[in-house]
């Protein structure tokens, strides 16, 4: 098992530019969620889903969109990237029942300039 | 809702000193409760959790928690640190009847061990 591994690790945008940050899992978990990690201010919880085709959103859910389409995959895309979108954004997933035991991926480490 | 407060954004310790992270938590619901650690550039990983049950909870690396219901707490320690503990500690909670993965995290308090 891979577990949950997400794509790129590092990736430095220009203000405006949009793109979409991967992650997949392979251990059949039912939800996912995605938080970005700012210094001092923990993890806050940006949009999670509870299934393919279900999605919802968190704290921050603001100048991002995601969707699930399949169990596996949770991509996260930043619409117009903004430097206040600069930060660490870790994946998660879960298996339904587990109370709340969740798995985190590497993480991916954005820059907007 | 529920919120998180971890007291110390920093905790120096020497090796082979025992240590204490404070987590404090609000909550109007009975809530799950876990602790979390981070070494350098890597993820998060489960340290220890509490469901329900004793209030003292076991978790890897010789690391425990205890659950005060009265006081909202649920510290983490360690008798004795090691070097390799150096990393970020996170507090989390969930609400029990939540059942869509939101995770709510303190600040994190960073843990340095000290030769």
């Known amino acids: 098992n891979a577990g949950v591994t997400q794509t790129p690790k590092f990736q430095v945008l220009k203000t405006g530019q949009s793109m979409t940050l991967q992650c997949a899992q392979d251990?059949?978990?039912?939800?996912m969620s995605w938080y970005r990690q700012d210094p001092g201010m923990g993890l806050r919880l940006i949009h999670y889903s509870v299934g393919a085709g279900i999605t919802d959103q968190g704290e921050v859910p603001n100048g991002y969109n995601v969707s699930r389409s399949t169990t596996e995959d949770f991509p996260l895309r930043l619409l117009s990237a903004a430097p206040s979108q600069t930060s660490v954004y870790f994946c998660a997933s879960r298996k339904r029942g587990t109370y709340n035991e969740q798995f985190f991926g590497p993480g991916t480490r954005l820059t907007v300039l | 809702a529920q919120s998180v407060t971890q007291l110390d954004s920093q905790v120096p310790v020497f090796e082979e000193a025992p240590v204490e992270l404070r987590c404090n938590y609000s909550s109007s619901v009975s809530v799950y409760l876990f602790w979390y650690v981070q070494y350098p550039n890597q993820g998060l990983q489960l340290l220890l959790k509490y469901l329900s049950g004793s209030t003292l909870v076991k978790g890897i690396n010789g690391f425990e928690a205890e659950f005060n219901k009265s006081q909202t707490s649920f510290h983490l320690r360690k008798p004795s640190v090691h070097i390799s503990d150096t990393a970020e500690y996170f507090c989390?909670?969930?609400?029990?009847?939540?059942?869509?993965?939101?995770?709510?995290f303190g600040q994190g308090t960073e843990l340095s061990v000290k030769p």
């Open positions: 989390a909670v969930s609400d029990q009847k939540n059942q869509g993965g939101k995770l709510i």
């Open positions: 251990m059949n978990h039912e939800y």
